[in-house]
Structure formats: C-alpha cells, structure tokens
C-alpha cells in the first residue's frame, strides 16, 4: 500500500514540475527590452488569461491578452482557442479572434476574424480571413488586416469593402494612423480606380 501510495506522489509530483517547466516556456513573456520602440509602445501592465487543452499541449482555449502603455492606452484581443508556434515562442496564432483597441479620446476601434497572428512581445497581429473593423458609424470588411504597434499604424488589404452612412467604397488597401486618426483608401496599382458610391 505504501509503495502504491508512494509511486501515486511521484508521478503527481512530476505532472506539477512538467506543467510549471510548459508554462515557463511559453507563457512567460520575454522581459528583455525591446530596442527602438516608442515611449509611447512601451507596456506597462500586460494581464494573460488561458485555459490549457490537457488533450493537446500546443492548443490553448479562451485565450485573452490585454495591454496597456504608458498613456493608458489598451489593446485586448481574444481568442476561442489558439496553437503555439515552436519554432517562434513569441507568436501565437489564434482562432475565431475578437479584439479592442481603446485610445484616450478616440473611437474604440473593433477587430474580428477568423484567424490571427499575434506576437505576445510587441502585440503586433495579423488578422486573417473575413476581417471586419468598426469604429463610429464605419465598418471595412477585408482578407487580411496588419495591425502595427510600433508605427500605430493599420493597414487593411485585399477586397476592402469601407460602409459609412451615406458612402461605400471598394478598394484593394487601406490605412489608418492611429495617432492622426487619418484614414486613407487606394489601389495598388495606381491605374485601377476607387470605387465610390455616395447617398446625398
């Protein structure tokens, strides 16, 4: 009974070591500085909450990252679940994604898609796959969205569909400055034109 008791410990205690050195790993984030980035980039307060697939280590449900810099700016993104990248411990990619971008004296900007890849050290993402953006009264509808912490900068790509109420335009890109609350729509190719149709 006692060696039965004894190897029960031993492997509780081993699923306790495993389960802390996996967390270490990968959830941890990086507290080496980042060089060249912006006062106002640099993260104060970073809160983590997952929820581990015990069936499947590298796949995470209800994944929630939410940061916030030195303005009390914040940008909190959420994931139905997520894999790990192994071969770049910094990037997660995630599924059915939901994020906020939240500036002081701004729209709240609204992110959703069907996937993403998110880098935990900077926040930079790429949204991927029926991505929708609402701020104010405007939506854009696109394949793929790069969102730029270091620059504070959007960029939408492919099949940009941009709904105000009394505009819609059809257009191959679109950006957004953060800091200038600028928004710009445009073809790649500089021959094709912007598709505009307005109510007055």
Excluded: C, H, W
């Excluded at 993104?77 to 990248?85: C, E, R």
């Amino acid at each position: 009974m006692d060696l039965k008791k004894g190897f029960q410990f031993s492997l509780l205690t081993l699923l306790i070591v495993v389960s802390f050195l996996f967390y270490n790993r990968y959830f941890t984030d990086d507290l080496k500085k980042i060089e060249n980035r912006k006062p106002t980039n640099v993260s104060e307060k970073k809160n983590t909450e997952i929820t581990v697939n015990n069936s499947n280590n590298n796949i995470i449900e209800n994944l929630k990252y939410t940061s916030e810099d030195l303005l009390g700016n914040t940008y909190t993104i959420i994931a139905q679940s997520a894999t790990l990248n192994e071969d770049k411990f910094n990037e997660i990619q995630l599924f059915e994604v939901n994020a906020e971008i939240a500036r002081e004296d701004q729209e709240v900007i609204y992110i959703s898609s069907e996937t993403a890849n998110y880098n935990k050290i900077n926040n930079n993402t790429v949204f991927k796959k029926k991505v929708n953006v609402k701020y104010g009264d405007q939506t854009i509808d696109s394949n793929i969205l790069n969102l730029n912490f270091k620059d504070n900068f959007i960029e939408i790509l492919e099949n940009v569909y941009y709904v105000n109420k009394n505009t819609t335009i059809k257009a191959d890109k679109a950006e957004i400055d953060l800091l200038n609350k600028k928004l710009k729509i445009s073809m790649i190719n500089k021959k094709d034109k912007v598709n505009i149709n307005s109510k007055y």
